[in-house]
């Protein structure tokens, strides 16, 4: 029984302290130079390990562990990699900048974007969290020469919803005081059209009803029912992820106002809990990293 024990513990400390094997020099799958810099990007396709690492003069100054890197944005076919190019100045404060890319393996998530300064001081400037979105890009919005962040907001994703329907608003990052904030101002659309909402409003009514007899059926043959898992649920009120997904379109998009409005008129006539949605959805909004931002807007009107 002892001898059982010690093996048993034996096991344990082998398998705590084992790793998978680290990068080698066999691993470098990119190298790029700018001036004194100098970024490698090391990947284990085995251990999937990988390794960004930055030197300047031959001495490293910058390392991080993660699984994929890339110098630019993630996907090489994206026409906007070469707007990022090792010392490009994509902030506009007259330095050389570094844009490195990572994601994370895991399906759809995670992408983020490491912003340097690789002029006569070296720092990080920011770390853009891309969420799942792998169509992230850096572009020049409003062509004064600087380059904006085009990503999308994933605060709904899986909220009352499979990942596939989840509403993601499109967003516009602008590099000021230091680092990436969202610019409504460049985010503005044009409201739909009568027709258009009304198209919209149409399709609602219809998913209303078709999941509300599902749920009735549900409730009649096993007691209960997952219908919140495709929409938000209370007693007989349905609200599908495309009343959510059209709100969160019309706020970032500079029409908070109407987004209240808008949820009015596809609320079931005569039916309660209006208030417990409104405070279900802002709270799931106030978990957005740009929830400071969007408040302001939000208080508007």
């Not at 929409?231 to 987004?259: C, F, N, R």
């Amino acid at each position: 029984m002892k001898k059982l024990v010690f093996l048993s513990i034996a096991f344990l400390i082998l398998s705590a302290s084992t790793v998978f094997p680290a990068v080698t020099e066999k691993d470098l799958q990119d190298k790029q130079s700018f001036g004194d810099y100098e970024v490698r990007i090391y990947r284990n396709k085995d251990s999937d390990e990988g390794l960004l690492k930055i030197t300047r003069k031959g001495k490293v100054i910058f390392s991080k562990e993660g699984t994929s890197y890339k110098v630019g944005i993630i996907y090489e076919d994206m026409p906007e990699d070469k707007l990022v190019k090792m010392g490009n100045d994509i902030t506009g404060d007259g330095q050389p900048n570094l844009v490195v890319s990572h994601w994370s393996g895991g399906a759809h998530c995670c992408f983020s974007y490491y912003v340097f300064n690789i002029g006569k001081d070296f720092k990080l400037l920011d770390v853009i969290d891309g969420g799942d979105g792998d169509a992230s890009r850096f572009t020049d919005v409003d062509n004064d020469g600087k380059l904006e962040f085009l990503g999308n907001d994933w605060t709904f994703g899986y909220w009352h919803e499979c990942f596939a329907a989840s509403p993601a608003p499109s967003i516009i990052l602008k590099y000021a005081n230091g680092k990436y904030r969202l610019a409504l101002d460049l985010m503005g659309k044009p409201l739909p059209t009568v027709a258009e909402e009304r198209i919209l409003i149409k399709e609602i009514k219809k998913e209303q009803e078709d999941i509300l007899r599902q749920v009735k059926k549900d409730m009649a043959s096993v007691g209960q029912t997952d219908a919140d898992n495709f929409a938000w649920v209370q007693d007989d009120v349905v609200i599908p992820s495309k009343v959510w997904g059209h709100m969160l379109g019309l706020i970032y998009t500079g029409h908070s106002g109407e987004a209240w409005r808008f949820l009015d008129k596809v609320w079931p006539a005569g039916k309660g809990g209006k208030d417990k949605f409104i405070a279900d959805f802002k709270k799931q909004l106030s978990e957005s990293p740009y929830w400071d931002t969007i408040k302001v807007s939000l208080e508007k009107g």
